[in-house]
């Protein structure tokens, strides 16, 4: 193959590149206009219970309404297996004479349940005392109103102030891979992010979670929030010259895309508007989900977003949706097609897919891309992911570094890799040497890809070349 082409050996180290270097693609992550506006106190648990699964989109017009069987259901199991993963030691709860329905003290009772399972600290108390101690319910200056029907939104609260205040009881959450640049009296923490949500990224630690707290800014790759640019970058993703997605690839590949699109619930009218590196975009991101994504599929940098915004903190990006469009818009129409054939094969079952889906990816990618060697790379390219996750949650920076091995992705000669770093890298360095020369005091957040915080030629290094104080922050 000719110098540059993507072969099934670079997307390997591509779909690992992407995972730590671009921006998150938009989702609905802070409240928008309703006809009864969620309350106040409601916006500090958004992002959280968001993140967790607790709830979907239905919070944003449902809040008010009495939670259902099935909510209660899909939140009792949620704190249940966020609830398993502390090691906590196991008691055998007495739950004799609970009622569980919906009201608030059957609520209440349902989510004791699944705390009363362990030995967490008081919680031999009972439901009230315990739920009330550790922050999961409070009154309104008349009782706790047990009796009366319990709204979705209470439930949610309830739920998510389980798991977080158990979780900062147990000094537990996923880190973050964070540093802390110091320069002229103003404080810059970095974090590196990983663009997916795998291996039980939430809960999120309170360390990490009162850093963005106290931020004055949060700034991103991207500003999610910015709806013309996300217009423009969803404009980008389509065709605009009249042709479609079967003007530009194979006829045999555009057939297993439109079958694989069909499975997912899209037509073909939907999909063959789609660029070709905008949907191997979507199929790469799937490919890096596993049972622990919640139902949300969030995004740690846009759970940063919601967290910051639901806060009123200021949001700012190094970058705009179309600069990071227009990385993948001048890609050459082979490398494209080879980027979609890959990131359908990662999302397909080889065992069960028929014999024209494997002609048309075998043409495309190579008769290498059904061998053994190869199928087994995919797997442990995906397990990498997760694994790269395991050191974001534990903060192990020199764990990710060896995972990641940034300097051989920089020497390879494919050609979205400078794009990805050489040509991105430096801008972040400025941006983060601005925020540090600000006249004042200032303290500030920067999150953009972990890929670009580490290595030579990255954040981290770039930021103490140029003289600043640059440490990892210490674990609590």
Known sequence: MEKGRLTMKKFLALLLSLAVAMGASPAILAAEEQVQPLPTWAYGVLADGYAMGLFGDELYTDHGKTITDEQLNKMTQVVADKLALLGVEQREADDAGLV????????????????????????????????????????????????????????????????????DQQNAGSLGLLWKA????????????????????????????D????????TFELDFNDQAQIAEFAAMQTYADGTTLADHISPELYQVVVETAAQMGMDEQTIAQYKA?????????????????????????????????????????????AFQGGIFDGLSPEYQEVYLASGLLMILDPDSMSQQTKDALTAVLGEEAFEPATQEALQEEVAQIGAMMDTWKSRDVESFDQIYDKDAIL?????????????????????????????????????????????????????????????VVPAP
């Open 100 to 167: 569980l329905d919906t009201t608030r003290g059957g609520v209440l009772n349902a989510l004791y349940q699944e705390a009363a399972a362990y030995a967490f600290p008081g919680v031999e108390e009972g439901p009230e005392a315990f739920m009330t101690e550790v922050g999961a319910i409070a009154g309104d200056g008349t009782g706790l109103n047990l009796d009366r029907p319990c709204t979705l939104l209470e439930g949610a609260a309830m739920a998510n102030s389980l798991i977080l205040n158990l979780y």
């Open 182 to 209: 110091e320069g002229n009296s103003n404080t810059l923490y970095l974090l590196g992010s990983i663009h997916t949500d795998v291996n039980n990224t939430y809960p999120i630690h309170k360390q990490l979670r």
């Open 211 to 218: 850093i963005i707290l106290n931020a004055e800014q949060v």
């Open 277 to 321: 590196w905008a949907l191997a975009n979507s199929f790469s991101s799937l490919a890096t989900m596993d049972e622990t994504t919640s139902s949300n599929a969030m995004a740690i940098d846009m759970y940063v977003n919601a967290k910051a915004v639901n806060a009123g903190i200021a949001i700012d990006a190094v970058e705009t949706y």
């Open 411 to 471: 020497n390879s000669d494919d050609e979205l890799n400078s794009k990805l770093f050489t040509d991105r890298d430096p801008g972040m360095i400025a941006y983060a040497d601005e925020y540090l020369k600000r006249e004042g005091s200032h303290t500030g957040l920067l999150v953009v890809g972990a890929g670009h915080m580490v290595g030579e030629t990255g954040v981290v290094q770039g930021l103490k070349d140029l003289g600043y104080t640059v440490e």
